[in-house]
T-cell receptor, first 116, second 116 residues
Framework: KQEVTQIPAALSVPEGENLVLNCSFT??????LQWFRQDPGKGLTSLLL?????REQTSGRLNASLDKSSGRSTLYIAASQPGDSATYLC???????????????FGQGTILTVHP | GAGVSQTPSNKVTEKGKYVELRCDPI?????LYWYRQSLGQGPEFLIY????????DSGLPNDRFFAVRPEGSVSTLKIQRTERGDSAVYLC??????????????FGPGTRLTVL
């Protein structure tokens, strides 16, 4: 059974800092990994998707890396801003258990607070 | 274009009642997913559809839960004899396809279900 863990559970930083969020997963047979952002009381916004054949993806101030063999992904946020405050979730799309390509397994998230 | 929409946004019901939650996916997306999110947790997979058929319903907690997608577009999640433990946010997502490693999932705002 695929398990996803995110560290730290919560992070508070001053504005302008660069920061790293960590995600680890137990089964390396994945199709892709997605990073999401969730604002309080809202749905999930997709930030980045890394295919299993890729090592990293970049979008603006965000960079996500994937090391499938070690079961790890990191989300790097450069020059953090108060508007980045949210919960960040990683999710893996794994083949574990058969032919299910669509099922995402989520971590519990990292609650990020960026204070002015 | 329009994103994934879900109705109602909030639903309060009494224990034992029947509820239906609706999801309208992004136009042209063939795959549709339902997840459930409890407070402070990451979303948990319930079921996903490839077109009209349920490809994987392994996440449905018991036979009180059922979902349909009769025309391959709109989906309805149905919960019979609701229990207080069913209280959660029910999230719907869709993706262009289900089989590719780049099948990015896009989420709706969710339906907050409260069972009194």
């Amino acid at each position: 059974k695929q398990e996803v863990t995110q560290i730290p559970a919560a992070l508070s930083v001053p504005e302008g800092e660069n920061l790293v969020l960590n995600c680890s997963f137990t089964d390396s047979a994945i199709y892709n990994l997605q990073w999401f952002r969730q604002d309080p009381g809202k749905g999930l916004t997709s930030l980045l998707l890394i295919q299993s054949s890729q090592r990293e993806q970049t979008s603006g101030r965000l960079n996500a890396s994937l090391d499938k063999s070690s079961g790890r992904s990191t989300l790097y946020i450069a020059a953090s801003q108060p508007g980045d405050s949210a919960t960040y979730l990683c999710a893996v799309n794994a083949r574990a258990g058969g032919t299910s390509y669509g099922k995402l397994t989520f971590g519990q998230g990292t609650i990020l607070t960026v204070h002015p | 274009g329009a994103g994934v929409s879900q109705t109602p946004s909030n639903k309060v019901t009494e224990k034992g009642k029947y509820v239906e939650l609706r999801c309208d996916p992004i136009s042209g997306h063939t795959a549709l997913y339902w997840y459930r999110q409890s407070l402070g947790q990451g979303p948990e997979f319930l079921i996903y559809f490839q077109g009209t058929g349920a490809a994987d319903d392994s996440g449905l907690p018991n036979d009180r839960f059922f979902a349909v997608r009769p025309e391959g577009s709109v989906s309805t999640l149905k919960i019979q004899r609701t229990e207080r433990g069913d209280s959660a946010v029910y999230l719907c997502a869709s993706s262009l396809t289900w089989w590719a490693s780049y099948n990015e999932q896009f989420f709706g705002p969710g339906t907050r279900l409260t069972v009194l």
